[in-house]
């Protein structure tokens, strides 16, 4: 409701808006995230705003800072390992983000060298796997991020898990290769003895 709304926004500082309309949830979303809230305090302020706006919102970039998301935000200020499970879980979409200068929620938790919490990581890795080798504007990779902070257990699982996925990838191309090559077999086959190649349409279907 407005009143929710505007009593979260006492709570931040932030200006009351007198009208129904709710961009100012954005600045609510940022303000919070930044100052590490207790997750009881971002469970209460989140079922007021509601889940709708909370997905439209939780994307949306900061302008005045890099054009980052709320979620860049509770990463940097170290919010508790539910708050990033809830709003991951809320909008994934929010997960693989990076902000202007291409840095990523990822970067953001493998930065924070011996503070860095593997349980997050992991969170943050099984929802967007293609996270661990995205480039920031300066060409630094997560694991990089890990390496030069000194989270060097972080780095070797991660390290792991991308060749786990290079891996993955791999078998996956030989299955269609191997998958085409029987194919391309059986329609040479069925031309030779002038049957129909009625059976690409049923392979390929």
Known sequence: TEKGRNDARRAFGLKINSTNDTVDDLS???????NDPPHDV???TFATIGTTVLQRHL????????HRTPFHEAL???VSYDTIQL???ICPAVVPLADERGITPLMIECSKGKYCDYDTVKLLVRAAPQHVMDEAADGSTALECA???GAIDIFRRLQRFHAQELRKESFAEMERRRMMEALARVVAARKDSGQSNDIVTQVSS
Do not use: G, T
């Open 76 to 78: 940097q200020s170290d």
């Open 42 to 44: 971002v469970e209460m």
């Open 59 to 66: 994307v949306n970039p900061n302008p005045s800072n890099y």
């Open 87 to 89: 709003m991951a879980a």
């Open 147 to 149: 390496l030069m902070s």
């Open 28 to 34: 609510i979303l940022h303000k919070m995230m930044a």
